[in-house]
Nanobody, 126 residues
Framework: QVQLVESGGGLVQAGDSLRLSCAAS????????MGWFRQAPGKEREFVAA????????SYADSVKGRFTISRDSGKNTVYLQMNRLNPEDTAVYYC???????????????????WGQGTQVTVSS
């Protein structure tokens, strides 16, 4: 079992930056592929970014490419989402997800993940 706890959300203005963190309970964090998803009111959950267990492979949604960066620190069992140049369309609840795959790959579909955090709210005002 893996427990994930997100933090770092908040209310910011357009153009500001935020860094989300997701702390994982499992000591085998280094073998977990991690992802970030978000869900805005009335919309489906959508992929934001993903990273392989080694950190060597990453993937981003087109809407955040060039603005968001996913990274991981195995020493802290934590994955981060650095979000720059935020805009109101980024407003959503952001969820961290984890899966233990058989290869060093990333995953962009929500149903490929086995573990989820409780979510953290990000609100961007115009």
């Amino acid at each position: 079992q893996v427990q994930l706890v997100e933090s770092g959300g908040g209310l910011v203005q357009a153009g500001d930056s935020l860094r989300l963190s997701c702390a994982a309970s499992r000591r085998t964090f280094s073998r977990l592929a991690m992802g970030w998803f978000r869900q805005a009111p009335g919309k489906e959950r959508e992929f934001v970014a993903a990273v392989s267990w080694s950190g060597g492979r990453t993937s981003y949604a087109d809407s955040v490419k060039g603005r968001f960066t996913i990274s991981r620190d195995s020493g802290k069992n934590t994955v981060y989402l650095q979000m720059n140049r935020l805009n109101p369309e980024d407003t959503a609840v952001y969820y961290c997800a984890a899966v233990r795959p058989s290869s060093d790959n990333y995953y962009a579909k929500w149903d490929e993940y086995d573990y989820w955090g409780q979510g953290t709210q990000v609100t961007v005002s115009s």
